[in-house]
């Protein structure tokens, strides 16, 4: 047997011993689990609580040890005493204790990616495993101590290598999922990811140097760090579109880590869906941070003292509401520094205590409780008092108040008086108009300003009420049980009837407006406006941020080119440490050099130094003339490009990326394309792909920030270019659109296309 078969017989033997106890585990957590479900609904609440907090801890416990399946040890470490130690996606021991498995996140993990010849402690070997499901199918070993007999070792066995692990993880076929890079952390990639939880991180890095890698394994080293802290307060995760969201929604289940928020910004609130678009010009507008003031002003002008104050006639006399009873009750009420419409309840006692001496003051004697409690109730039921009332201190929801501020233009001009009349005229829509993903922070503001909506109130306090005597039944039920000191608390126990203790933190978060994290990742983060920032900073006091983003792929004119000027205002000065990721991974050194040096010519800050490997002919132009022609060649080299990347087994990813306003006739111009070329049931199988899965996708350019593609065709990039908000945006645009494929780039065009945009 030759040198390296009996290494890869070798390292079979330990992975086999690996999986077998993961799959003991899965066994004995599987078999508890069928245990607990086996005992039914029977016996006392206090049990059925018991049994319901168990099954939840194994059903998560087998999710986790499920997930971790694929590429279960991926390195080795040895030592200057010939001790190794095995590093994979979670921690391992034998019945017995003894260690099988290192978690990567473990400090005794982190020479596997920060050791280098120079600096490698103990350690004089890195071994990278890759596995083909169970089997291993390679090894690669970099000596880290040159004067170690291990160079002798794996130079005779043929395992001395070096970044090969890495660039067979790039070449390989994407899959419509992003993988995890636990296996190929690079040493600046690992020194972000174990960086301190109680600081703001931002990571900047052009296109494929591995943000979003760096974000989600972050939280997934912060989750195993600080388990106590994070398991209850949870981790969110920002992305820049539903699309991306699926594409990611893998990486932090295969680290070994379940629970996690993941939303965009247009999905935050919950129960709140905004799916309509606002122009470049309107977002920027209501992004600005200064629209805070606006609804501020906006609520605070439905806190006034009416032009027309009633009289009303109790008892046969006259009791007449003044406007100094009126701005005294605002007054109480303000000093609450209460919401809005929690505030509004002071304001009403108050009037009521104000209206009830002026009855008493007519009369000759001192009344009874009983004579004020009916005054009371008939000032409640007066029409002219709850009008005057309502027209005092207006209850209100968020959603009505701003479509009322963006749909009467008198209203925006006296609440946000900066704005110009041609900014109005941008911010305008018809009344009862869906919201905007841009409406969905100014939403969050006046919710938070405003506090519950009065009749969501009144639900809560029902809701609040039943809570209070479901508790007190469970108090009586522990004690007859003789056990209400135990550990199961009567909070636990009704949660345990309910059914609530079956919820993970995130679900619990996720449907909570109010949840405060104890960590958030936002990927894309340069696209944020001020008003996005704000809304996300409510949710976590602590300021703990993974912040991910390229400021040369801003296309957004109300986001960010410059992480100083952002960071600064959200987290001072010292809150924050900048990281610059410069490698690219991603795209050939052909395709880097051609969209950087755009990029650079357009007045755009490139980050990348060089990118890992060269593809000869990565880059390829199609000039032809006329639109016939055009839509011939990009049918022709789809085609092309699928039946060189695509395969019927779900891999490889082809993106067509077309100007926004063609985009149902290309789809239309593809579909038909893949129709003639493949045999009927590859295309039925293409065609009833998901969008966001699909592997021949045609797409504007915001549909692909943040995702990867083998090829990408880019079409008539000028027509791209001229659509855009402004000339920052359209070469951010194109910078993102080249910027997405791993091996192939073309850009098809026409001759006046070329004519009006030099690539």
């Given amino acids: 047997m030759s040198g390296y078969a009996s290494q890869l017989q070798e390292e079979q033997h330990t992975v086999d011993r690996a999986y077998g106890r993961l799959d003991e585990m899965r066994a004995q957590v599987r078999a508890r689990l069928d245990a607990v479900r086996a005992a039914g609904s029977h016996g006392s609440p206090t049990q059925r609580t018991e049994r319901d907090s168990f099954a939840t801890m194994y059903e998560d416990r087998l999710a986790q040890l499920r997930a971790v399946e694929d590429r279960l040890v991926f390195g080795r470490l040895d030592d200057?005493?010939?001790?190794r130690r095995y590093i994979g996606r979670i921690g391992l021991s034998s019945e017995s204790h003894?260690?099988?498995?290192?978690?990567?996140?473990?400090?005794?993990a982190r020479p596997f990616y920060e050791a280098t010849p120079s600096n490698h402690g103990d350690i004089v070997m890195r071994r990278h495993i890759t596995l083909n499901f169970r089997e291993v199918v390679g090894v690669e070993d970099e000596v880290l101590d040159v004067h170690s007999e291990q160079v002798g070792r794996a130079s005779a066995s043929g395992t001395l290598t070096g970044e090969g692990a890495l660039l067979a993880s790039l070449s390989s076929r994407r899959t419509g999922k992003m993988t995890d890079i636990v296996a190929t952390i690079q040493a600046e990639q690992d020194r972000i990811i174990r960086?301190?939880?109680?600081?703001?991180?931002?990571?900047?890095?052009?296109?494929?140097?591995?943000?979003?890698?760096?974000?989600?394994?972050?939280?997934?080293?912060?989750?195993?760090?600080?388990?106590?802290?994070?398991?209850?307060?949870?981790v969110l995760v920002v992305g820049p579109s539903t699309a991306f969201l699926h594409y990611i929604d893998q990486v932090l289940p295969s680290l070994g880590e379940t629970g996690v928020v993941s939303r965009t910004i247009a999905d935050l609130i919950p129960g709140v869906v905004a799916g309509a678009e606002d122009s470049p010009r309107a977002a920027q507008l209501k992004g600005e941070r200064r629209m805070a003031d606006a609804i501020a002003n906006a609520i605070a002008a439905r806190e006034r003292v009416p032009r027309d104050l009633p009289t009303i006639r109790i008892n046969g006399f006259a009791v007449r509401m003044t406007a100094a009873d009126v701005q005294q009750a605002i007054t109480d009420a303000r000093r609450t520094r209460q919401p809005h419409n929690r505030a509004r309840e002071t304001f009403v006692r108050s009037m009521m205590e104000s209206l009830r001496t002026r009855y008493a003051e007519q009369l000759d004697y001192t009344p009874e409780r009983a004579e004020l409690n009916d005054v009371d109730q008939q000032l409640r039921m007066n029409d002219e008092v709850r009008k005057t009332l309502n027209l005092a201190w207006l209850p209100m929801s968020g959603a009505w108040l701003i479509d009322q501020l963006f749909s009467k233009p008198v209203q925006l001009r006296r609440f946000a008086p900066w704005l110009t009349d041609e900014d109005i005229e941008a911010l305008m829509r018809d009344k009862g108009a869906p919201l905007t993903v841009s409406d969905i922070p100014l939403l969050d503001e006046a919710m938070e300003l405003l506090g519950p909506d009065p009749r969501e109130a009144a639900r809560r306090a029902a809701a609040d009420a039943r809570r209070a005597e479901e508790e007190q039944f469970a108090k009586d039920t522990l004690a007859q049980a003789g056990i209400g000191s135990g550990i199961v608390t009567a909070s636990m126990l009704i949660d345990g009837i309910n059914g609530a203790d079956a919820e993970l933190t995130a679900q619990r978060a996720a449907a909570d407006r109010e949840w405060t994290y104890g960590h958030i990742v936002v990927d894309e983060a340069q696209e944020l406006t001020a008003m996005d920032w704000r809304m996300l900073m409510r949710r976590c006091p602590s300021r703990s941020f993974t912040i991910v983003g390229d400021v040369a792929q801003t296309s957004a004119l109300g986001g960010t080119r410059s992480w100083r000027r952002t960071m600064d205002r959200l987290f001072g000065e010292h809150g924050w440490d900048l990281n610059e990721l410069t490698i690219n991974?991603?795209?050939?050194?052909?395709?880097?050099?051609?969209?950087?040096?755009?990029?650079?010519?357009?007045?755009?800050?490139?980050?990348?130094?060089?990118?890992?490997?060269?593809?000869?002919?990565?880059?390829?132009?199609?000039?032809?003339?006329?639109?016939?022609?055009?839509?011939?060649?990009?049918?022709?080299?789809?085609?092309?490009?699928?039946?060189?990347?695509?395969s019927s087994d779900g891999t490889g990813r082809v993106a067509v990326i077309v100007p926004e306003r063609e985009l149902d006739d290309w789809r239309g111009t593809v579909r038909r394309a893949l129709r003639d070329a493949f045999d009927a049931r590859e295309f039925a199988r293409l065609d009833a792909q998901s969008a966001w899965d699909a592997q021949v996708c045609v797409c504007g350019t915001q549909a692909v920030k943040g995702l990867e593609f083998d090829a990408v065709l880019v079409v008539q990039p000028a027509a791209i270019e001229q659509e855009a908000a402004s000339r920052l945006v359209a070469a951010a645009d194109l910078y993102v659109a080249m910027t997405r494929p791993t091996q192939k780039l073309l850009i098809v065009r026409t001759n006046e296309d070329e004519s009006q945009l030099a690539l």
């Fill in 195 to 234: 960086s301190d939880l109680a600081h703001a991180v931002v990571v900047q890095g052009g296109p494929g140097t591995g943000k979003t890698a760096v974000a989600l394994h972050r939280a997934a080293y912060l989750l195993y760090t600080h388990r106590r802290t994070l398991e209850r307060s949870g």
């Fill in 80 to 83: 200057a005493a010939g001790e």
């Fill in 585 to 646: 991974y991603r795209n050939p050194q052909e395709v880097s050099d051609l969209a950087s040096g755009f990029a650079t010519g357009e007045g755009l800050y490139i980050s990348t130094v060089h990118a890992v490997r060269a593809i000869p002919d990565s880059v390829e132009r199609v000039t032809v003339d006329g639109v016939l022609a055009l839509r011939d060649a990009v049918a022709r080299r789809t085609v092309e490009m699928a039946r060189r990347f695509v």
């Fill in 98 to 108: 003894e260690p099988i498995l290192t978690d990567w996140r473990a400090e005794a």
